[in-house]
């Protein structure tokens, strides 16, 4: 059975950093792509970051690039999203998304398996 289980999430002041986990357990990470997806409260879920292994392209959303650096450690099966420079408009509930299609997280249709999520909330 396929489990994703965020962690990492918390309360940040603008301007800080968090770094969340992702850890993945029933599949291995190589051929899928493994995206980090939020929703902010009364928005539409929204594809942040994306890693397509074994290639290690990554996909980062506009409003993140330059700020967020996805990663993954095979080893132990766990992918990262480390956040700094976090705004307020960061505020959502992060999730951990695995697909063998490419077109996730873009297209959240082809995002297959989904974790349950981890509150990240930016605020003085």
């Known amino acids: 059975e396929v489990q994703l289980v965020e962690s990492g999430g918390g309360v940040v002041q603008p301007g800080g950093s968090l770094r969340l986990s992702c850890a993945a357990s029933g599949f291995t990470f190589s051929g899928f792509g493994m995206s980090w997806v939020r929703q902010a409260p009364g928005k539409e879920r929204e594809g942040v970051a994306a890693?397509?292994?074994?290639?290690?392209?990554?996909y980062y959303a506009d409003s993140v690039k330059g700020r967020f650096t996805t990663s993954q450690d095979n080893a132990k099966n766990t992918l990262y999203l480390q956040m700094n420079s976090l705004k307020p408009e960061d505020t959502a509930m992060y999730y951990c998304?695995?697909?063998?299609?490419?077109?996730?997280?873009?297209?959240?249709?082809?995002?297959?398996?989904w974790g349950q999520g981890t509150q990240v909330t930016v605020s003085s």
């Open positions: 890693i397509y292994i074994p290639s290690a392209t990554t």
């Open positions: 998304a695995a697909s063998r299609d490419v077109r996730c997280p873009q297209d959240l249709r082809f995002c297959n398996y």
